[in-house]
């Protein structure tokens, strides 16, 4: 076993490689890939770690201060449409696509005989976003534009899919998805914007306006509009890919772009005008502004009235991304706190010395450890169903059960939007936290937790907030009976657990399962306004439950192994999650984040033989 991390060897967390420094992640990405996607992508996945560490770090707090600026007009008053970026932010871009966030779970990368999984993609997002939240939005946008024209498009956008996934910066494009409308925000059915069709130049226009659009000059972004005819709500929206330059040229790149030493000439643009850049509390690197169409040239992505359904699928992606987006500042916050409590002294003795500090770090490394696992257990879902797809699509370099699609579609559709949820909120209070642990450096701009707080403050905004997305979790358990295979998921882990330093945790998970259980038939004969007002509750209570089975699971196999580390992890969310403990837990002697803080926060190893029994308080 390797030794513990003795995080006073850093000044600050940066200018470190974060995936050496995160064991947590390393752990979940062992789990999750298949054998031979792990030995490839482990040098792959430290050299990222380490590009992040240290170039996108740096930048991301240049451009956290420099944002992105909108020149609407040109010095005679016609729409340029031009977005002025930092260079650290063009370089920053340029080094993270061309290492493959998008493109290796797309196309085949070097050394494989298939695409990666998506868990991949996602994995490299979760260490981008120790650097920089607000430049993970267009990745992941960009990732989901892929998806939907890999899934939806009949071959006429190929020249567009291309470039989303392009492994080489000058051909890339990135993606965006204009959803939001003033009068419509989570009501995606009350959007206004009309799609006509141009016969005569043999395109559809679009006319309306988009209200929130991140990555508001995006080479290729898709749109919701309404056709002719087309019934209310979403029944009748269709899905367009609307290009920053006028698609009669050609299909415009990065390169292309770069190659004009200010805007684009007015006739190379697409017909629309960005009407300002919205001045935001956080995600400086992403301009998020508001969108005119006017005749808009766009392009029918798939059939007529399957936009909402399209969506949806790359919804899933996006709410999946979001949540690896927080768990990647959790780990970040998280960083930043360990390094400071170690080299901080106070009264003689560093921080992290002192009892209540231990144990807040111990908790935030627990609430790390869980959202990580939750989230890469998802992902692992959603990257079995999206392979089992492409199987059926005739791919025949994915070798995967077709079976596996159903099975995972109908548990992955409960679990997301419960991974969004969550974790959106706990990487607000991880990084509100960590700026406290910093004193008043952390209240400042020149310290990275400030920023860390603004940029985690979006993520229950993005993909829909916490009330809608406790709704969804209704319609997933409605429509896909996705209680059958959470409770069989659940179960299967529970079973698992035997050894006898997992008993009393696992006693209590078993029995809130049954609790569970219980309310989620509760709630089946009650009426619609109970069940609703019940909702985020009962999101909030599958996280915990389904996280704790979780954990427990993979504590058993680290024990297995000869490392117990994991089972204390285990053992503490239950009690913080799950236990109801008496008189506060004040009278129950429990010592775990003095005696454990070692193991669950510099990752010491720790022999199973030493917690066969629950630790106790020293006579």
Not at 42 to 67: M, Q, W
Not at 218 to 229: I, N, S, V
Request: hydrophobic content about 40%; aromatic content about 8%; some cysteine.
């Amino acid at each position: 076993m390797t030794d513990g991390i003795d995080y006073d060897d850093f000044e600050a967390g940066r200018h470190v490689n974060y995936w050496e420094l995160d064991r947590t992640l390393q752990r979940e990405l062992r789990r999750v890939y298949k054998a031979d996607e792990f030995a490839w992508a482990e040098p792959r996945l430290s050299e990222f770690g380490d590009l992040i560490g240290h170039t996108v770090a740096d930048n991301a707090d240049y451009v956290d201060d420099h944002g992105p600026e909108l020149e609407t007009y040109d010095e005679y008053g016609d729409v340029q449409n031009r977005v002025r970026y930092p260079a650290e932010q063009l370089e920053n871009e340029r080094a993270v696509y061309e290492a493959g966030i998008v493109a290796d779970s797309f196309e085949t990368p070097p050394g494989r005989d298939e695409p990666m999984a998506l868990s991949h993609y996602l994995a490299q997002l979760h260490l981008l976003c120790y650097a920089d939240g607000g430049f993970g939005c267009p990745v992941a946008m960009t990732a989901g534009a892929a998806l939907v024209l890999e899934k939806f498009d009949d071959g006429d956008l190929e020249g567009y899919y291309d470039g989303l996934v392009s492994r080489e910066y000058d051909d890339l494009l990135e993606g965006a998805m204009f959803l939001t409308e003033e009068q419509g925000g989570s009501d995606v059915g009350a959007n206004e914007t009309t799609a006509e069709y141009d016969e005569a130049a043999g395109c559809w226009r679009l006319t309306g306006e988009k209200w929130f659009c991140s990555n508001i000059d995006a080479e290729g972004t898709l749109a919701l509009a309404r056709t002719r005819d087309a019934p209310e709500g979403t029944d009748g929206l269709s899905m367009f890919l609307v290009p920053h330059g006028d698609p009669d040229a050609g299909v415009l790149t990065k390169g292309e772009r770069q190659e004009h030493a200010g805007a684009l000439p007015g006739k190379r643009l697409n017909d629309q005008r960005y009407r300002r850049l919205k001045d935001k509390l956080g995600t400086i690197a992403v301009p998020t502004g508001e969108v005119e169409f006017d005749g808009t040239k766009a392009l029918l992505v798939g059939e007529e009235e399957q936009g909402f359904k399209q969506m949806a699928e790359m919804l899933n992606l996006e709410r999946l991304s979001n949540a690896a987006a927080s768990c990647g500042i959790m780990g970040r916050a998280l960083l930043e706190s360990k390094v400071h409590a170690a080299n901080r002294e106070a009264f003689g003795n560093t921080i992290d010395q002192y009892p209540l500090m231990r144990e807040d770090l111990v908790d935030m490394a627990v609430d790390y450890e869980a959202a990580t696992a939750y989230v890469f257990e998802t992902a692992r879902l959603f990257s079995e169903r999206e392979r089992a797809e492409r199987a059926a699509r005739g791919d025949e370099s994915v070798d995967v059960d077709e079976g596996v699609a159903e099975d995972a579609y109908r548990l992955m559709r409960l679990l997301i939007p419960i991974a969004k949820l969550r974790t959106g909120r706990m990487a607000v209070d991880t990084t509100s936290y960590a700026m406290e642990i910093q004193g008043g450096n952390g209240y400042v701009n020149d310290f990275v937790t400030h920023r860390l707080l603004r940029d985690a403050q979006v993520l229950p905004i993005w993909e829909g907030t916490e009330n809608i997305l406790s709704l969804d979790v209704l319609r997933a358990l409605e429509a896909e009976a996705a209680h059958e295979p959470l409770t069989e998921a659940i179960q299967e882990r529970l079973d698992a657990v035997t050894h006898p330093a997992l008993e009393e945790s696992a006693a209590i998970v078993d029995a809130e399962f049954t609790d569970l259980a219980t309310a989620l038939a509760a709630l089946a004969g009650e009426d619609d306004d109970y069940v609703q007002l019940s909702a985020k509750r009962l999101a909030h209570y599958i996280f915990e439950v389904f996280t704790a089975a979780l954990l427990l699971e993979q504590a058993q196999a680290k024990l297995e192994d000869g490392d117990g580390r994991l089972a204390l992890v285990a053992t503490r969310f239950v009690t913080t999650e799950l236990e109801n403990r008496e008189a506060r837990g004040i009278t129950s002697g429990d010592r775990l984040p003095l005696e454990a803080f070692d193991a669950i926060v510099r990752y010491a190893p720790v022999e199973p033989g030493a917690i066969e029994t629950p630790l106790e308080a020293d006579d």
